[in-house]
């Protein structure tokens, strides 16, 4: 049962069958005896978990049943209460921890929770990084788990967390001296929380709420911005309401997407690029960026035109972060909807990439969509999925196809040919390969998209 419910970079499954309290509960137990041996501390030095939950139904059950696993093998624990996911490696690094844990689904489906974890500094535990180690720790856990050996706070912490989050707000907005106007869907998740508790006392941004209400058990629309029928909320109330800008946060308010004044969908690699330029010019052009590397190739132009130093990494927050942390980079932003800051900790903040993007369109004194269209000179794919029974024969044949390419295999096979270019990943999960490609028009993707398809197999719609 506890093997179904671990995936690569968090736990998650459906709630109660085959997530529930007892497996919580064991969770817990596995957890703290991971943080207390990755600790280093010296018997009798408390080890002390920051613990927080979003608002579906089940959540509060789980945490309390995880609560009493980690104390009863003996951590403290710090109930941080009701709040988005970056606001746990906020509180680690605040409270000075040894770890962190969300229980959370983030964007899945109301009937779906789980756990998201990190250690200390709100390092990122994945599959290969504690998580598989905590696992098995946890199916050793006993039935009987005796007294809670640990202690319980509690922590009001968003006054100090706003003031993290502040620093990336343009102060004339917090004056009221600058006004931007802004329409925002929660998508009934944890923003609906976060940008009151943190926001509603800026003066100078007017916001128009969506889907604010989280304490229904249900969503009005699935809390994935990635899906594009999932914006068409914000989209509508950007254009009726004249907003400047909008954005869709997903369930647990780690990711975002934005919609121009248009209506227009942003993709984040586009906004990376725009965005890095921000960042690099404060640094007089100087730093790493980091972005995943199906981005489009703008974002390493842009980039590099603006003197700084772009860092491909492979799909996903846990390597995102540690080429954050190993090149020292400034800001990072990924396809998904993360976007990366070094200034906290290397991790990804839903709450700073908004105030960032409220900030950068004040300064910039433009419509977005014209900030945004200097990066449109190439066409993308989108990703596309394609079922095959043999997914490194399928990146072989890729390779074989084209010997005069520039290749790299960091994540899947990435082959660049100069005036169009494709990544194909393969699924941890199911027998899949993802393949984004990007050219200098549409014909020309169409046309190899169409070239590479036999190649990898049966398109799926996914």
Sequence with gaps: MLSSVFKAYDVRAVYPDPLNEDVARRIGWGAADWFIEQSGKATGEQVTIAVGHDMRLSSP???????????????????????????IAFAVNHLGADGGIQTTASHNPAQYNGFKICAAHAKPVGRDTGLDDIRQRAEGAPDDMGEQRGSRSEADLWEAYRAHVFRFLDPGLQD???????????????????IPKLFDAVPGLELIRIHFDNDL?????????????????????????GAHAGICFDGDADRCMVVDEQGGVIGCDLLTAWLSERFLAAQ?????????????????????RAGGTPVRSRVGHVFMKQEMAKHDAVF??????????????????????????ASALIEAGRPLSECISPFRDRVQSGEINFETPDKKAAMQALKSAYP????????????????????????????????????????????????????LGRRVEH
């Design 217 to 241: 058990g249900s969503f009005v629309h699935e809390p994935n911005p990635l899906v594009e029928a999932n914006l068409q909320w914000v989209r509508d109330a950007v254009v009726a309401e």
């Design 61 to 87: 059950d789980l945490v309390a049943a995880l609560e009493e696993g980690l104390r009863a093998r003996g951590v403290d624990i710090v109930h941080v209460g009701l709040v988005d996911t970056p606001f």
């Design 404 to 455: 005069d390419a520039q290749v790299d295999e960091l994540d899947g096979v990435t082959v660049d040919l100069g005036d169009w270019w494709c990544n194909v990943r393969p699924s941890n999960t199911e027998p899949l390969l993802r393949l984004n490609l990007e050219g200098m028009d549409q014909d020309t993707v169409e046309a190899k998209v169409a070239e590479i398809s036999p190649l």
């Design 284 to 304: 007089d052009g100087e730093g790493a960026i980091v972005y995943d590397l199906r981005s489009s190739h703008c974002v390493q132009d842009a980039i590099a």
């Design 176 to 194: 009221g001296s600058k006004v931007v106007r802004l329409a925002i869907d929660a998508s009934n998740g944890m923003a609906g929380t976060m």
């Design 332 to 357: 990072g932003g990924e396809l998904s909807g993360h976007f990366y800051f070094r200034d906290n900790w290397y991790a990804d903040s839903g709450a700073m990439a908004f105030a960032l993007v």
